[in-house]
């Protein structure tokens, strides 16, 4: 039987930290990763292997990572854990006992049991797996049409590429607007605007009842009786845990399949964690479960495991999912952090908006400049900031990070209005009009007026 101090079941983002940041913490302690695949992709850069990158081989994570941090790895299967003796068998017939156990098994591809048609040739996921996706991107070579099943990040990347290789895409979605659950629908319009723009065609408010053909797609069905021609069918549907192989061991799953965790990212068993896709959320706002599925959010319960695996300290914990949200469009980035105005609405939260569109630049006149919009969105009797929403050119992905910042630290328009910020002609939008500062002035100004 093997033997370690501490079992890190998954391979992605959230087990490498998992296993780095442990090893950081308690380097008297021996780590061992076990994970399914022979070489770990990027998993945000896995859109981009189809045409910006080229191929799966320019989106590795180098196993130096673990190497270099003296953490073991071992490629294999996990198929069971018993929690009582702390032993973990793999396929090829392993056992491995520990002391400590972190599962960062992720997630996979949803593919609805009642999609007829999912299982013909042509019709695809996007896994996190090197080998499907070098399968996937040859037989797409010799496809023209190409439906994708879901306007959500992974859809709308997938599909800009895509068309960027000079397909015909057409995206599916059944919500009224692409990207409709991370943003409200003026930011929604906007990127709906400029994908059109970039020749990827749009049907929502419409979702697919069957994929069409004998042997290999030749269409899909959509719930509205419209036939879209496919060469390629591309699902894009969301994804669900890989918690199947816990299932007997008596760890506590929820009813989405998720392992249920503590703001340490314990599970019911004290020496057993769980982090990534694969563990609860809640929501940072509303303790409702979350669905969220970001490699940062994984990324941040993973320093939290790791940091905890010996000793529980009360400034380390995970307080809630935000969910920051960031994609780009050719030069055009869109960012959201936060709850939108409309869930923040729906969850009946008195809020009020401040919206202001600048430059990120100055003057407007330096080459590369582009607008910058931001929308903020406030509790209307507390002025806290509750959530965030920027459009403009590719520098947004930090700044919807810094309005990520403002919501963990619970700032409110005032603490914004008077913070101290640093500006340069090249790097930023002016001081004299910050469009994060210029928002909150909007807001500030709607909350004294009772507007």
Request: charged fraction near 25%; aromatic fraction near 6%.
């Amino acid at each position: 039987m093997e033997k370690t101090d501490v079992l890190v079941i998954g391979g992605s983002a959230a087990g490498i930290v998992a296993a780095v940041t442990g090893k950081s913490n308690y380097p008297d302690k021996d780590f061992l990763l076990v994970r399914m695949e022979k070489q770990v992709l990027v998993p945000c850069g896995i859109p981009y292997i189809f045409e910006l990158l080229g191929s799966c081989d320019k989106n590795i994570i180098p196993d130096a990572v673990l190497s270099n941090a003296g953490i073991g790895l071992k490629v294999d299967e996990a198929v069971s854990i018993d929690p009582e003796n702390k032993v973990c068998k793999t396929a090829d017939g392993s056992e491995i006992s520990f002391e400590k156990l972190v599962i960062a098994t992720g997630s996979v591809p949803v593919v609805p049991k009642w999609l007829k048609g999912a299982d013909l040739d042509n019709v695809f996921t996007i896994r996190k797996d090197k080998e499907y996706l070098d399968e996937v991107m040859a037989k797409l070579e010799n496809c023209e049409k190409v439906v994708v099943v879901g306007g959500g990040f992974i859809g709308i990347e997938v599909s800009d590429e895509l068309g960027k290789l000079g397909k015909d895409v057409t995206i599916v979605e059944i919500l009224p607007h692409i990207l409709g659950l991370a943003f409200d629908e003026e930011i929604a319009v906007k990127a709906e605007e400029l994908l059109e723009s970039r020749g990827v065609k749009l049907r929502t408010s419409v979702g697919v009842k069957e994929v069409l053909g004998d042997s290999e797609v030749t269409g899909v069905l959509l719930n509205n009786g419209e036939t879209l021609e496919a060469d390629a069918v591309i699902l894009c549907m969301g994804y669900r845990p890989c918690t199947e192989f816990i299932r007997e061991s008596g760890i506590e799953i929820d009813k989405r399949g998720c392992v249920r965790v503590d703001e340490y990212m314990r599970t019911d068993d004290v020496d057993i964690f769980a982090v990534g896709d694969c563990a609860e959320k809640k929501d940072f706002f509303t303790r409702k479960i979350s669905c969220v599925m970001l490699a940062s959010v994984a990324c941040t319960e993973a320093r939290i495991a790791g940091m905890n695996l010996y000793g529980l300290s009360s400034v380390k914990t995970f307080n809630g999912t935000i969910a920051i949200f960031s994609t780009a469009i050719g030069e055009t980035g869109f960012g959201a952090a936060g709850l939108t105005e409309t869930v923040a609405r729906k969850e009946g939260i008195n809020v009020v908006t401040g919206t202001f569109e600048g430059i990120d630049k100055h003057p407007g006149t330096l080459p590369d400049t582009h607008k910058q919009n931001v929308k903020l969105i406030v509790a209307k009797t507390s002025g806290r900031i509750l959530g965030g929403e920027v459009v403009g050119g590719l520098s947004i992905g930090e700044l919807t990070n810094i309005i990520g910042f403002i919501i963990q630290n619970r700032m409110t328009v005032d603490a914004v209005l008077t913070a101290q910020i640093g500006t340069h002609p090249l790097l930023t939008a002016p001081p004299t009009a910050y469009p994060l500062i210029k928002a909150a002035e909007v807001a500030a100004k709607k909350i004294r007026s009772g507007n």
